[in-house]
Each structure stands twice: as C-alpha cells, then as structure tokens.
C-alpha cells in the first residue's frame, strides 16, 4: 500500500471508530455524552501537548500528540455531522480551499518571486477580504476570544498596528512601560485591588507590543522563563535533598544563595 491510500485508509479507519464510539445505542456513555462545549477544553489542552512536545524536541511522542489533536478535529466533525450541521469532508475542504486561495504563487499564476515578507503582506490582504465577506468590518473583527491571552493580545495589537496604530519604535514602548509601572505602583499603593488588577493588566498588555517590537514572541518567551524557572528551583531541590532537607527546611537567603549557583553552573 503506498503512503496516500495508506494515509486515506488511516482517516477513513479514524472516523468510523470516531461515529462508533459516538453510537447512541453501542458507542461509549462518555463520548456520546460529550458536545461541543465539554470537549472544547481537551482541544485547547492537545494542542498544547503538541507545543510541549515539539519544545522538548520528544520526536517519539510527536506523531501520537498529533494524533490526539487529529482526534479533537474528527470529534467536533461527527458531532457536527450528528447535527446535520457539516462534516469532515467539509472541514478538510475549507482548510484546502484557504490554503489554495491564500497561495496564489503556489497555485494561480503569481509569480513566487517575492520575499517572505512580501507574502506575509499579501496574505494579510487575502485575510482582510474574508473577512469583508464575513461582514467582520472592524479591524478587530475575528480575533478569537478563546485564544490564551497573550497570544490575543499579540493578535490584537498586529491588527492595530497594520492600519497605523502602533509606537513608532520599541523606546516609546519602553517608555509606556515605564509609565505604566508608575501606575501600577500607585494602585498597589491605594489597596485598591480592582484597580491594581486593571493596571497590572495594562502593562502585561504593554509588555507584549515590547516583544512584538523587539521581534520576540511573548508565548515563546515566558515558556522559555517558566522552563528556566523549573530547572533552576529544581536544582535548589537537589541541592537541599543532598543534605536530607526539603525546601520548606530551608530559609530564603539559603535558597537564593543555591539559586544563584544554579544559575552560574548554567553559564559555565
């Protein structure tokens, strides 16, 4: 069997056990008492896995997180078809129809001879036509609410900043920072705790156009943080453990002193 009947024979073999399990009088209680809603989250958390995966460079765990991602798109799919609604055929077609559409250097008669930025602005103007035709008139029209909100806010200012709305260079956002750290001070100050939530709120959102200007990916960045965070809180672990302790046992100083010689072990 050659790869692309063996990868239609896959699909095909995916979606029966899909409706199977989905059988109303066979099928499995939990997946048949599962809509859209309830399984949104597990979609969200696979896509995820496949991030984590591919950060940790776990090769031999690739093809199954991708799998269980596969099956997030076939479950939607035969909830939808259930409903009447659509199918999978359907939801493949619409990604190769926008693929085809937004690739008219690949599949029309555009020349390909074009920088990658260049694309990057021609698809954006692809992207600006559908959403006209979905009647999205605002130039925040379409940005997901369900995204995590990083990823929105990065998305939002994108939008903002194509028509114009953005700081000229990464020192006025530097300075923004700078202001809004001031403001944020001043809320905590007040004990006001709504207010500090807001204007923590703020600078998060301005730190974000930070990385956008700098040409740092915030999601990217703070998971490399919280990664470095891990090893390096685990080292203290290792260290106290060497000497029977926990770091409950220990005092702050001490376990700033094994931070900071964690963090020399990883310079060196």
Same mark, same amino acid.
């Given at each position: 069997?050659?790869?692309?009947?063996?990868?239609?024979?896959?699909?095909?073999?995916?979606?029966?056990?899909?409706?199977?399990?989905?059988?109303?009088?066979?099928?499995?209680?939990?997946?048949?008492? #599962?809509?859209? $809603?309830?399984?949104?989250?597990?979609?969200?958390?696979? %896509?995820?896995? +496949?991030? =984590?995966? /591919?950060?940790? *460079?776990?090769?031999?765990?690739?093809?199954?997180?991708?799998?269980d991602?596969?099956?997030?798109?076939?479950?939607?799919?035969?909830?939808?078809?259930?409903?009447?609604?659509?199918?999978?055929?359907?939801?493949?077609?619409?990604?190769?129809?926008?693929?085809?559409?937004?690739?008219?250097?690949?599949?029309?008669?555009?020349?390909?001879?074009?920088?990658?930025?260049?694309?990057?602005?021609?698809?954006?103007?692809?992207?600006?036509?559908?959403?006209?035709?979905?009647?999205?008139?605002?130039?925040?029209?379409?940005?997901?609410?369900?995204?995590?909100?990083?990823?929105?806010?990065?998305?939002? #200012?994108?939008? $903002?900043?194509?028509?114009?709305?953005?700081?000229?260079? %990464?020192?006025? +956002?530097? =300075?923004? /920072?700078?202001? *809004?750290?001031?403001?944020?001070?001043?809320?905590?100050?007040?004990?006001?705790?709504?207010?500090?939530?807001?204007?923590?709120?703020d600078?998060?959102?301005?730190?974000?156009?930070?990385?956008?200007?700098?040409?740092?990916?915030?999601?990217e960045?703070?998971?490399?943080?919280?990664?470095?965070?891990?090893?390096?809180?685990?080292?203290?672990?290792?260290?106290?453990?060497?000497?029977?302790?926990?770091?409950?046992?220990?005092t702050?100083a001490?376990?700033?002193?094994?931070?900071?010689?964690?963090?020399?072990?990883?310079?060196?």
């Open positions: 069997m050659n790869e692309t009947d063996r990868n239609q024979t896959e699909i095909t073999r995916l979606i029966d056990i899909m409706a199977a399990l989905r059988d109303p009088e066979k099928g499995c209680p939990w997946d048949i008492e #599962q809509d859209f $809603a309830s399984i949104a989250p597990y979609t969200i958390e696979e %896509a995820y896995e +496949v991030a =984590d995966a /591919i950060s940790r *460079e776990a090769w031999d765990e690739f093809p199954g997180e991708l799998g991602l596969l099956l997030q798109v076939v479950f939607h799919a035969q909830m939808a078809a259930e409903k009447g609604m659509f199918g999978f055929a359907d939801v493949a077609a619409k990604i190769s129809d926008k693929l085809i559409d937004r690739h008219p250097h690949v599949f029309g008669d555009e020349s390909r001879d074009k920088s990658a930025a260049q694309q990057v602005a021609d698809w954006e103007t692809i992207k600006a036509a559908e959403r006209a035709a979905k009647a999205e008139k605002g130039v925040l029209d379409g940005v997901a609410l369900g995204l995590p909100a990083l990823t929105r806010a990065l998305k939002l #200012q994108n939008r $903002a900043a194509r028509v114009g709305f953005d700081w000229p260079g %990464a020192g006025d +956002v530097l =300075d923004k /920072i700078t202001e *809004e750290t001031a403001e944020l001070v001043e809320a905590r100050d007040s004990g006001d705790h709504a207010d500090m939530t807001e204007e923590y709120g600078l998060l959102f301005v730190m974000v156009n930070l990385g956008r200007h700098l040409g740092i990916e915030p999601e960045a703070l998971r490399a943080a919280n990664d470095k965070f891990t090893r390096r809180f685990r080292a203290i672990e290792a260290a106290l453990q060497a000497e029977g302790r926990r770091p409950e046992q220990s702050l001490e376990m700033d002193a094994l931070w900071d010689r964690a963090k020399e072990a990883e310079r060196t």
